[in-house]
């Protein structure tokens, strides 16, 4: 079968092509009455579009940055007029949602899905839950507890603010082109407890310093950031995988009490 829209590969695009996944996807999120706005990142052949904007109590948005999936959504779907806005989320301003909490969800290219995260995480605070589909190695990932060889630098960061569960995993040949990866299906969301207990950048800074030399102890990879006047930082005969974000939240309050 083919798309209504013919897929790009410069934008990384692998249409999906299943209304059961797209089922399973789009009942994923809880609708819990923390958010009344949901924003489709990415909703291309509107594949997910149809079953989400008809939600009842639901503000439906939709940013896509190829025009030929805003005008085919709009030639669609005429009540959307207006809410599929052609734009770059990595890039765009929000102001649109205003200061209201929003959902995220998309099935997201694969090879922005990580920068998708991250801007994510600079509205956490307004982003409730996110469910998105992700290269499943990526998936995986991000879901990866303490001590596996999948935890990194983002599984950190996007587990010190949210609760991560993977999903169910999707196979190459219900998208328009089939990827060469298997696919998975995540979903965030915010802890009750979300905000981090140090500053914000001192917790990024030892994270990122700390797995930027993963192989190393954390009394080798953080001596740029030890202050020979104090105590050593604790954990340092571990390894930065091995740690739980409050344990780098810790490490980060120590170092803020030396300023």
């Given at each position: ?44 052949t509107g594949v997910l579009t149809g079953l989400l904007f008809q939600h009842p109590g639901i503000s439906y948005y939709g940013m896509d940055v190829d025009e ?125 407890d979300h905000q981090l207990q140090c500053r914000p950048e001192t917790f990024r800074r030892v994270v990122k310093t700390g797995f930027n030399q993963r192989r ?44």
């Open positions: 079968m083919s798309s209504p829209v013919k897929p790009l590969k410069a934008l990384g695009q692998h249409f999906l092509n299943s209304r059961e996944i797209a089922e399973r996807i789009a009942s994923s999120l809880s609708f819990n009455g923390a958010y009344h706005q949901v924003l489709e990142i990415g909703p291309g030929r999936s805003v005008a085919y959504l709009e030639a669609n779907y005429p009540e959307l007029k207006g809410k599929i806005i052609l734009d770059d989320f990595l890039k765009a301003d929000l102001g649109f949602l205003g200061n209201a909490p929003f959902a995220a969800i998309g099935n997201f290219p694969y090879n922005i899905s990580s920068q998708i995260l991250f801007r994510v995480l600079d509205y956490y605070e307004r982003i409730p839950e996110v469910v998105g589909m992700f290269q499943k190695e990526v998936a995986e990932r991000i879901a990866s507890p303490p001590g596996s060889r999948d935890y990194g630098i983002l599984s950190v960061f996007l587990q010190a603010h949210y609760d991560i569960e993977y999903l169910f995993s999707v196979p190459p040949e219900v998208f328009i082109p089939p990827p060469k990866v298997q696919s998975g299906v995540i979903r965030l969301q915010l802890k009750e190393k102890t954390l009394r080798n990879s953080l001596k740029s950031i030890q202050n020979p006047d104090f105590a050593p930082l604790p954990y340092g005969d571990l390894r930065p995988e091995q740690l739980h974000f409050s344990q780098f939240v810790e490490m980060a309050r120590i170092i803020d009490s030396w300023k």
